[in-house]
C-alpha cells in the first residue's frame, strides 16, 4: 500500500503562482510513477502530469505545458507540481496518484492504484 497526501492548495489570484506537494508513504520502492490529476467543477478528473518514480521520464497534458512543471525528491518521498500564471481555469481539486506497474499510459487515470484525498486550488480572476 502507499499512502498520499496533498497540500498547497489554496485561494489564489489570477496570474499567481502555485507549489502543490504530494507526500507519499508506505511502499514507495514498489512505485514507478506518480501523477497529478484535477477535477473542475462539473467536469471529469483529468490528467495533468506524470513523473517517473526515478525521476527520469515527465508527462504533461498539452493543455498544461510550459506552465506546469512537475518534479520529485525520492529522499523525501514527495512530488511537487509547480504552477505558474495560474488563470482562473485552472480552479480545480487536484489529486495525486501512485502507479505501481510500468505502464505505456502513465495518463490514464485507470492505470493508477493508489490516490491522495486531493487538495483544492481557486483562482481568482
Known amino acids: 500500500q502507499v499512502q498520499l497526501v496533498e497540500s498547497g492548495g489554496g485561494l489564489v489570484q489570477a496570474g499567481d503562482s502555485l507549489r502543490l506537494s504530494c507526500a507519499a508513504s508506505g511502499r514507495t520502492f514498489s512505485t514507478y510513477a506518480m501523477g497529478w490529476f484535477r477535477q473542475a467543477p462539473g467536469e471529469e478528473r483529468k490528467f495533468v502530469a506524470g513523473?517517473?518514480?526515478?525521476?527520469?521520464?515527465?508527462y504533461y497534458a498539452d493543455s498544461v505545458k510550459g506552465r506546469f512543471t512537475i518534479t520529485s525528491d525520492n529522499a523525501k518521498a514527495t512530488v511537487y507540481l509547480q504552477i505558474i500564471t495560474l488563470q482562473p481555469e485552472d480552479t480545480a481539486v487536484y489529486y495525486c496518484a501512485a502507479l505501481l506497474h510500468i505502464s505505456a499510459w502513465p495518463e490514464r487515470e485507470s492505470e493508477y492504484e493508489h490516490w491522495g484525498q486531493g487538495t483544492q486550488v481557486t483562482v481568482s480572476s
Open positions: 513523473i517517473t518514480w526515478s525521476g527520469s521520464s515527465t
